[in-house]
């Protein structure tokens, strides 16, 4: 077998050395035992060649023969022993090109201005890179990186999205918000809050996230191939700029807020597929650095497909983060945004105290929300607004208003009128700056 100590693959990943996602080794059993003589990952370049002195030189004039292959897949040719000229009745040799080499051809990595912005989601400390993870330098735990993408988040975290309800109430199965809130009227409010308030006792393990499951890996792969957006006639709906429907105004009023504090930094909190954020970047001539932070994995090649499409790939970065503990460093952002998002999030003052600590002082945090709580059938609504209070859930416009007060923030925000009686609020959010 031969090393990496004896091929210019030395000083590469040490992560080539076990084989992983990358090398598929099911082709193994499919090759008689006489040709199981030698493997070759392909992607080979003429480069990855040099200094392969030690090599017999059968095998050189075999490895020749593949040195100016360079594909986008990974392949395997067997060769009988008697090419490589070895008396051995089997020989085995491995060569694993790195993935770093196997896929940049197709994978849009992070940008490296991105890094030094992002934190650990655990300890908020600054984050290294090294062998396709990112390191934290002070508690040392890790996170992947996946088709180019940072996901910042404890193993915990990234557990299959959940209604804020069923996050509160602690259950594990995935349900629609409907069945939620049945739950919650079965349950009654007092069982309810004493259940939420058992769980907020307890203390969370952190477990390190090693990697995506292959399922969220291929469908991180299909949005990034962009035939996630062509299919079902989504383009017209999803990659339209700038975007002009706007029937009550207030998504031209929260697109002009944003820009008008010409921010360098701009943060994206709960992305979602990246609509409100790509249509502030295409608007947006000031900005430098976006940071989209978004939970589900899947949707960051949908954000990054979209910052490329309208040509801001190098300056914009998905990044997969839980918004309840946001991995972007203390005090480096100009302006934040939100568009939507707050329905679905168990922890509401939390994110605003993170947003809080990652805006510059004299920095703003902008929202655009539906103005009215749920409802339950059978639960009054000073129950049920007892309950999100307790368990921390968005309980309207008017009372997010008074948590971001309560939070730091000075506060400004105005309602829109839309069809059918439904009200949005936009809302301003500043941290004070510095005297």
Not at 117 to 124: D, E, I, P, R, S
Not at 214 to 239: E, Q
Not at 260 to 288: C, E, H, W
Not at 336 to 344: K, P, S, W, Y
Request: charged share 25%; glycine share 8%; net charge positive.
């Amino acid at each position: 077998m031969l090393s990496t100590d004896d091929s210019p693959l030395n000083g590469y990943s040490q992560g080539c050395m076990s084989f992983g996602y990358e090398t598929r080794p099911r082709y193994h059993h499919k090759m008689p035992s006489s040709l199981r003589a030698a493997f070759l990952i392909a992607c080979l370049k003429k480069e990855v060649l040099t200094g392969c002195g030690k090599l017999t030189a059968p095998l050189r004039v075999v490895l020749a023969r593949f040195a100016n292959l360079l594909v986008s897949r990974i392949s395997v040719f067997p060769i009988h022993n008697k090419l490589l000229g070895h008396e051995r009745q089997e020989l085995t040799l491995i060569m694993i090109i790195p993935y770093r080499t196997l896929n940049h051809s197709k994978e849009e990595g992070m940008n490296d201005s991105t890094l030094s912005y992002l934190a650990c989601c655990c300890c908020g400390s600054e984050l290294s890179e090294s062998k396709r993870r990112l390191y934290c330098t002070k508690c040392g735990i890790s996170f992947p990186v996946v088709l180019g993408r940072p996901i910042i988040m404890t193993g915990k975290m990234m557990m299959n999205w959940r209604s804020p309800i069923d996050e509160a109430l602690d259950i594990s199965d995935q349900r629609t918000l409907m069945d939620s809130l049945r739950t919650l009227s079965e349950l009654g409010i007092d069982k309810s809050v004493e259940i939420v308030l058992e769980k907020q006792k307890q203390i969370e393990s952190i477990t390190e996230l090693d990697t995506v499951s292959d399922k969220i890996r291929w469908k991180m792969k299909y949005r990034a191939s962009g035939k996630w957006f062509k299919y079902s006639n989504r383009t017209p709906r999803l990659l339209t700029f700038p975007w002009e429907e706007d029937s009550d105004g207030s998504f031209r009023a929260f697109m002009k807020a944003i820009s008008i504090t010409r921010p360098k930094v701009l943060l994206d909190v709960a992305s979602g597929g990246g609509f409100g954020v790509s249509q502030q970047v295409y608007l947006n001539g000031t900005v430098m650095q976006v940071i989209a932070v978004e939970r589900d994995p899947k949707c960051l090649t949908n954000i990054q497909y979209r910052f490329k499409h309208i040509g801001k790939s190098s300056i914009a970065d998905a990044v997969g983060g839980d918004v309840r503990y946001l991995p972007v460093l203390s005090s480096s952002v100009d302006t934040a945004m939100m568009l939507g998002g707050l329905h679905e999030i168990h922890g509401i003052s939390r994110v605003l105290r993170e947003v809080y600590r990652v805006l510059k002082p004299g920095g703003s945090f902008h929202v655009l929300v539906g103005e009215e709580q749920l409802s339950v059938e059978g639960v009054s609504e000073d129950d049920f607004r007892w309950f999100t209070s307790v368990a921390d859930l968005y309980a309207g416009g008017a009372s997010f208003v008074q948590t971001a007060s309560s939070c730091g923030f000075v506060v400004k925000s105005r309602v829109f009128s839309g069809s059918e009686g439904r009200k949005r609020r936009l809302v301003k959010l500043s941290k004070q700056a510095e005297d």
